[in-house]
């Protein structure tokens, strides 16, 4: 049972544009949230992470914004580059496992010049 | 740091063979992680440990599958006997416990293929 879920398999975007990457979970018990990117012939790569207390984390050009209300996340990367292009994985874990990660099947973002 | 190290990179044995996947950690983690990736389910976990220990092994599919952890750096993943249907991209993590995002560090994968 998918708990995570990125409903979005693709997206494709110009460059400078931004690039909004959505996910919805249904285990109103995870606590911690993490996106991952993912180039081909290559691991997962850790970007960013927001903690179920906050409603906003930014880095650089990314931000992740959390609505637990509607169990919501989303990443922002604003301007998008070439160079983002990958699949985004949305990840969420529940407190006390371990750090055990439920994953979404991953958005393949495809940034046009 | 060399990064988490996964062996072999690419696998390709005949249905009913028994293979075996291998991890080494980053030196100092103390949570390893496998992880299994089709198109069908995305990325699943499959087993953990924590100091060695197995932790939780409910993602395990079947009997046919089996992981050790015999010391700190080092891991295996073992299927047999392999199936089709276990062909998949399959993925060792490791973490540190107070890492402040303990975000994983991923091996590189070994795309497994049962013909």
């Known amino acids: 049972d998918q708990q995570v879920k990125q409903n979005s398999p693709s997206l494709s975007v110009q460059e400078g544009r931004i690039s909004i990457l959505n996910c919805d979970y249904t285990?109103?018990?995870?606590?911690?949230f993490l996106w991952y990117k993912k180039y081909p012939a290559e691991g997962p790569t850790f970007l960013i992470s927001?903690?179920?207390?906050?409603d906003k984390n930014e880095d650089g050009r990314f931000t992740v914004f959390l609505n637990k209300s509607a169990k919501h996340l989303s990443l922002h990367i604003v301007p998008s580059q070439p160079g983002d292009s990958a699949v985004y994985f949305c990840?969420?874990?529940?407190?006390?496992?371990?750090?055990?990660?439920?994953f979404g099947k991953g958005t393949s973002l495809l940034v046009t010049p | 740091d060399a990064g988490v190290i996964q062996s072999p990179r690419h696998e390709v044995t005949e249905m009913g063979q028994e293979v075996t996947l291998r991890c080494k950690p980053i030196?100092?983690?103390?949570?390893l992680f496998w992880y299994r990736q089709t198109m069908m389910r995305g990325l699943e976990l499959l087993i953990y440990?924590?100091?060695?220990?197995?932790?939780?092994d409910s993602g395990m599919p079947e009997d046919r599958f089996s992981a050790k952890m015999p010391n700190a750096s080092f891991s295996t993943l073992k299927i047999q006997p392999s199936e089709p249907r276990d062909s998949a991209v399959y993925f060792c993590?490791?973490?540190?416990?107070?890492?402040?995002?303990?975000?994983?560090?991923f091996g590189s994968g070994t795309r497994l293929t049962v013909v």
């Open positions: 440990f924590n100091n060695n220990v197995p932790i939780d």
């Open positions: 030196s100092g983690h103390d949570y």
């Open positions: 990840a969420a874990s529940v407190p006390n496992s371990g750090y055990a990660l439920n």
């Open positions: 285990n109103s018990m995870f606590d911690y």
């Open positions: 927001i903690s179920s207390i906050k």
């Open positions: 993590a490791s973490s540190f416990t107070t890492g402040t995002d303990y975000g994983y560090t």
